[in-house]
Nanobody, 116 residues
Framework: QVQLVESGGGLVQAGGSLRLSCAAS????????MGWFRQVPGKEREFVAG????????SYADSVKGRFTISRDNAKNTVYLQMNSLKPEDTAVYYC?????????WGQGTQVTVSS
């Protein structure tokens, strides 16, 4: 069983930055590939970024490549999403999930709102 708790969302102007954090419980955290997903009301949840258990491999949705960076600290059981050059279309609820890319476990989500 894995429990995930996101933090770091908020309101930011277009062009700004935010860093999301996801704290995970469980001693097997390093065994899980982790992912960030996002969802806008009325739309399906979509993949944003993923990272392997050891952190050596990452993947990104085309819409965020070059702007977002996923990373993890296995000593702290935490995965991060650094979001730069934010756009209004990045507005969504962001979820941490494991294991990527087909998660069984989800966090409660954190709202990110980008104003134009």
């Amino acid at each position: 069983q894995v429990q995930l708790v996101e933090s770091g969302g908020g309101l930011v102007q277009a062009g700004g930055s935010l860093r999301l954090s996801c704290a995970a419980s469980g001693r097997t955290f390093r065994n899980y590939a982790m992912g960030w997903f996002r969802q806008v009301p009325g739309k399906e949840r979509e993949f944003v970024a993923g990272i392997s258990g050891g952190g050596g491999s990452t993947s990104y949705a085309d819409s965020v490549k070059g702007r977002f960076t996923i990373s993890r600290d296995n000593a702290k059981n935490t995965v991060y999403l650094q979001m730069n050059s934010l756009k209004p279309e990045d507005t969504a609820v962001y979820y941490c999930a494991a294991p990527a890319p087909a998660p069984d476990y989800w966090g409660q989500g954190t709202q990110v709102t980008v104003s134009s």
